[in-house]
């Protein structure tokens, strides 16, 4: 069983910075499109990022282009989320997971990491 553990929200003042981890606890990750995705209190999980396998290519939510920056390392199973001039409106929880859209599964999910962010 795949486990994903997110690590390094915290609390935040708008147009400050986070970065975020993601372990991911299996053999097929470099073979796995990744995706971060957030949930805001009473709204859905919505994929704000995502990086392919092989070449990552990434790709963004229109609400975080131009802010935050994926990146992974294969070698480590670590796939990372850069958050830059954060905004009231990115507090959420963020988690890590397969991105279906390109064939990847997409698995239990970890616990997440709290970002919050004040104005």
């Known amino acids: 069983q795949v486990q994903l553990v997110e690590s390094g929200g915290g609390l935040v003042q708008a147009g400050g910075s986070l970065r975020l981890s993601c372990a991911a606890s299996t053999t097929m990750f470099k073979f796995t499109a990744m995706g971060w995705y957030r949930q805001a209190p009473g709204k859905q999980r919505e994929l704000v990022a995502s990086i392919t396998s092989g070449d990552a290519v990434t790709s963004y939510a229109d609400s975080v282009k131009g802010r935050f920056t994926v990146s992974r390392d294969n070698a480590k199973n670590m796939v990372y989320l850069q958050m830059d001039n954060l905004k009231p409106e990115d507090t959420a929880v963020y988690y890590c997971?397969?991105?279906?859209?390109?064939?990847?599964?997409?698995w239990g999910w970890g616990q997440g990491t709290q970002v919050t962010v004040s104005s």
């Open positions: 997971n397969g991105d279906p859209k390109y064939g990847s599964s997409l």
